[in-house]
């Protein structure tokens, strides 16, 4: 009777062993594959920050090659892959996590839509709305915003403050078609490295 008892003790040890061993490599399979997917969605973005960095720089063909290099490609595409990673990056792994749309034009819809919101906070022309002043000769006075910045390749020459002349609606309508042009170039090019490529790896390797 002792030994049916002891040998019952030691399946029952075995089996409580081998649980927890299956427990832990189950835990460490997760964790694994989270690391790997979040690995992955840092990668996409930095690629579709580059991607988007180039098309801003080309927009302003109009400088030297040099300048379009060194000052909007660099310097404005390590902007751009900082607001990706701020910005950009939560709303990725938001649409990844809830699985809103998950398809080429969620992406772009939600990349441009920021791009163009980004674009309308940036650079409005005035610092409070027109009005009329009673007594004066003008329709309405305007209070100019100084710290404007415009990005509209189509009515500047070169991106920034915007100076001689101030900026005008048509820089700042611009401005918001240009940040969504932007934004939906990195929408959609994270949507190609990400779900196209990266995710069908995952996928591959999960199964």
């Known amino acids: ?28 399979y997760s964790f694994n594959g989270m690391s790997t997917e979040g690995s992955v969605l840092l990668k996409s973005m930095l690629k579709a920050s580059l991607v988007a960095s180039a098309v801003f720089a080309i927009a302003w063909f109009r400088v030297p090659p040099a300048t379009m290099v060194l000052r909007y490609f660099i310097f404005y595409g390590i902007l751009i892959a900082i607001l990706s990673m701020l ?55 305007c209070i100019e915003n100084p710290f404007a910045i415009t990005f509209s390749p189509w009515t500047r020459s070169q991106p920034g403050f915007a100076e001689n002349p101030s900026i005008q609606w ?38």
Not at 1 to 14: D, F, H, I
Not at 170 to 179: E, L, N, P, R, W
Request: overall charge positive; charged content about 20%; proline content about 2%.
């Open 170 to 207: 048509s820089d700042y309508i611009g401005t918001i078609a240009f940040g969504a042009v932007v934004g939906g170039v990195l929408g959609m090019s994270f949507w190609f490295f990400y779900r196209w490529r990266a995710r069908s790896a995952i996928d591959a390797n999960d199964s």
């Open 87 to 141: 910005v950009g990056l939560p709303i990725a792994a938001l649409i990844e996590r809830t699985r809103v749309g998950r398809r080429w034009w969620s992406y772009l819809t939600f990349a441009a839509s920021t791009g163009a919101l980004l674009g309308a906070l940036s650079s409005h022309p005035t610092l409070e709305r027109c009005r009329s002043v009673a007594g004066s000769g003008e329709q309405e006075t």
């Open 1 to 28: 009777m002792s030994g049916v008892t002891a040998r019952l003790e030691a399946g029952a040890t075995r089996w409580k062993i081998e649980t927890e061993r299956a427990g832990y490599r189950r835990k460490l």
